[in-house]
């Protein structure tokens, strides 16, 4: 298990003083790889054979949004791992240890180079210290498209601060930039994102926007083949 603090600032806010859902993924990006790194076995093989894990998947519940100026403690673990993919919960706490945003995340082991799946030694992945799986309501990790017709939305040219270390777009950008076709007013308790191929420096986002009901909408972020980047469900 392993943790950081961190204080909502007033970049970490929106214009309701509360903690923004791509500053709060942010917050738990960091306390996930900053854990990977802590292990020193699996830095030094990631490290030694280009290999670096991508994220598949997250799950995001919303009990309580912070808001500027809270102290929280992000907590992240490791509750399953296999030769090829990992699964982790990230649990955000506020100052009384009450757990504000839960989240659930799989990624997969990839090799840098090659841009493709990698299967890790048994002895990394013994190495590797497992906890409980975090008590909260998870759903599938797949996110089905709706049948019916989507509205299609204004494009998005990848820009260079989208871009993260991998030089893809960060898994925080796909939902900051799908949150912007959500009515006014609509405010996500759950938010679950699907990861499927990585966009880079100046590919074109079609985003493919689904009500499915009057609590829930899709966002499918597609290439102009309609081929998806991430899709993106965000439910009340």
Known sequence: MFEVKRTVGYSNVGVDGELTLDSAIDF?????????????A????????????YLASRQINIARTPVYGENLTIRTW????????GCRNTIVYDEDGCPCITSY????????????????????????????????EYHSRKIIIPNNE?????????????????KHVNNAKYVSIA???LPENFKAK??????????????????YIYCINDNSIVVNLCNDKGESYAVVEFTK
């Open 105 to 136: 995340a799989i990624g997969a082991f990839i090799n840098l180079l090659t841009e493709k799946p990698f299967c890790m030694p048994d002895d990394i992945i013994k190495s590797i210290p497992l906890y409980d799986k975090f008590p909260m």
């Open 150 to 166: 989507a509205v299609m939305a204004n494009l998005t040219t990848v820009s260079k601060y989208h871009l993260d270390y991998n």
């Open 179 to 181: 949150e912007e076709y």
């Open 190 to 207: 759950r938010i679950r994102i699907e990861y499927k191929t990585p966009a880079k420096y100046k590919d074109i986002l079609m985003p």
């Open 78 to 85: 490791i509750y399953e791992c296999k030769r090829v993919y």
């Open 28 to 40: 738990m990006q960091d306390c996930s790889m900053f854990q990977l790194n802590s292990s020193k």
């Open 42 to 53: 699996l830095a030094k093989f990631f490290d030694e054979h280009s290999i670096g894990m």
